[in-house]
């Protein structure tokens, strides 16, 4: 159970294109979606908190108007990436919280496989 | 940034060796987690511990919390070449849901 499914896993787009990732949770409803971004050998970067039926909580530093977020259901979280610069490509990565565990006091989230995006 | 310290940065051991890997955070907080990361590939959960513990073990795991250092330690015990990977600590607390990830070991271990 708890699995979080990513696509596409790699994705090599032209600059100035936009590149859209889906993030889904296959066995579980998921109120809460994280996108992370994560550089070579570095940790992950939170990126927003998506939240479904409401507008994602971007961090700070992290244009809203470059990275959409969409979470139109409980199941599925979407980011796109618009414009797409050289210095946009990265590895993306999702997770998502069980929405059966939302109101205990742990925060186990359950990550997607990954998003590699180059951009040329 | 809020993002904690970990060390090593990297670890070469020989398999059978046991590997320590150490994580200190910044803020109180609820539970912190350890993850591990293959090359390319998402995260896959280790273990968590909460605030109020200080010592959980789960299979060849062992991690350690020291609310009072602000640290915790991850050991493998037995280590296979099957553990090389990169492994990351994550707490969360202060900032709600959210996971504040550590820099990260990157662990390697000979066959």
């Known amino acids: 159970g708890a699995v979080v499914s990513q696509h596409p896993s790699r994705v090599i787009c032209k600059s100035g294109t936009s590149v859209k990732i889906e993030c889904r949770s296959l066995?579980?409803?998921?109120?809460?979606m994280f996108w992370y971004r994560q550089f070579p050998k570095k940790s992950l970067m939170l990126m927003a908190t998506s939240n479904e039926g409401s507008k994602a909580t971007y961090e700070q530093g992290v244009e809203k108007d470059k990275f959409l977020i969409n979470h139109a259901s409980l199941t599925l979280s979407t980011l796109t990436v618009t414009s797409a610069h050289p210095e946009d490509s990265s590895f993306y990565i999702c997770?998502?919280?069980?929405?059966?565990?939302?109101?205990?006091?742990?925060?186990?989230?359950?990550f997607g496989p990954g998003t590699r995006l180059t951009v040329l | 940034s809020q993002q904690g310290e970990e060390d090593p940065q990297a670890l070469s051991i020989q398999e059978g060796e046991n590997a320590t890997m150490n994580c200190s955070y910044k803020t109180s907080i609820n539970n912190l987690q350890w993850y591990r990361q293959n090359s390319g590939r998402g995260l896959v959960h280790l273990i968590l511990?909460?605030?109020?513990?200080r010592e959980k073990h789960s299979g060849r795991l062992r991690v350690t919390l020291d609310t009072s250092k602000k640290s915790s330690s991850l050991l493998i015990t037995a280590s296979r070449a099957a553990d090389t990977a990169s492994y990351f600590c994550a707490t969360d607390g202060e900032y709600g849901n959210k996971l504040v990830f550590g820099a990260g070991t990157i662990l390697r271990v000979k066959s």
């Open positions: 066995d579980f409803q998921a109120t809460t």
């Open positions: 511990i909460r605030s109020n513990e």
């Open positions: 997770s998502a919280r069980d929405l059966r565990t939302s109101g205990v006091s742990y925060n186990e989230q359950f």
